[in-house]
């Protein structure tokens, strides 16, 4: 059974022609898939569309088997996909970086001491233990760019979406950011612009031109 199938979908910004022209994708468990495509083609709104962020004008989203209308449905859907903005200024919103990764684990019911060593195993799976107390709108771009990560982690998540996820990362942490990757089993659907970070971590995938997605 796919995670996730986008089918038909087709949405238009108000006052603007269609972005998306009926865009299908499957997401298969295992798979890591990228989605690429030139700049302001539609890339983010496709993925703001199958955690229900933005609501398509046709198609339908189907997510572990269901398809995804209300935003009950959909509630659901971003326990399950753990999506990691384009800006993390836009993902991250507490004072402090441990405070940020254990929102999440605190929201779907852990207590603070279970929160807490949830913050701490990942911080320290991601050799990010340094940034714990620090005051996260003080953090490097790519520092931010990595903790949002372990956000979503934090959540258990069983598929990752990730747009454009190595902006602001300087070579050093690009590098971190791949062997984090290349650990984890969670399936992937990725957006970015870097082709060597596209071919190591999700080199097939599908393109997106005209409102339509192909499979490269």
């Given at each position: 059974m796919p995670l996730l199938e986008l089918r038909d979908i087709s949405f238009a910004y108000p006052g603007h022609g269609l972005v998306l022209d009926g865009a299908s994708l499957v997401?298969?468990?295992?798979?890591?898939?990228?989605?690429?495509?030139?700049?302001?083609?539609?890339?983010?709104?496709?993925?703001?569309?199958?955690?229900?962020?933005?609501?398509?004008?046709?198609?339908?989203?189907?997510?572990?088997?269901?398809?995804?209308?209300?935003?009950?449905?959909?509630?659901?859907?971003?326990?399950?996909?753990?999506?990691?903005?384009?800006?993390?200024?836009?993902?991250?919103?507490?004072?402090?970086?441990?405070?940020?990764?254990?929102?999440?684990?605190?929201?779907?019911g852990k207590s603070r001491d279970e929160a807490i060593a949830i913050v701490d195993d990942i911080l320290s799976r991601l050799n990010l233990t340094h940034l714990r107390d620090r005051i996260t709108h003080r953090l490097s771009g790519g520092e931010k760019r990595l903790v949002t990560l372990a956000c979503v982690l934090a959540m258990e998540p069983e598929v990752l979406m990730l747009d454009e996820p190595t902006n602001a990362l300087d070579p050093e942490n690009e590098a971190r950011l791949v062997?984090?990757?290349?650990?984890?089993?969670?399936?992937?659907?990725?957006?970015?612009?870097?082709?060597?970070?596209?071919?190591?971590?999700?080199?097939?995938?599908?393109?997106?031109?005209?409102?339509?997605?192909?499979?490269?």
């Open positions: 997401l298969e468990p295992g798979e890591r898939l990228s989605v690429t495509g030139p700049n302001g083609v539609g890339k983010s709104t496709l993925f703001k569309i199958a955690v229900g962020l933005l609501r398509p004008s046709g198609g339908e989203v189907v997510a572990f088997g269901d398809p995804r209308q209300t935003e009950d449905d959909f509630t659901e859907v971003r326990r399950r996909i753990g999506y990691v903005f384009q800006d993390p200024d836009d993902q991250l919103f507490s004072p402090t970086v441990a405070e940020d990764i254990a929102f999440g684990p605190l929201n779907l062997a984090i990757l290349d650990t984890l089993p969670q399936s992937i659907l990725l957006v970015s612009h870097d082709p060597l970070f596209r071919d190591r971590i999700a080199p097939q995938g599908y393109h997106l031109q005209g409102g339509k997605l192909t499979r490269r």
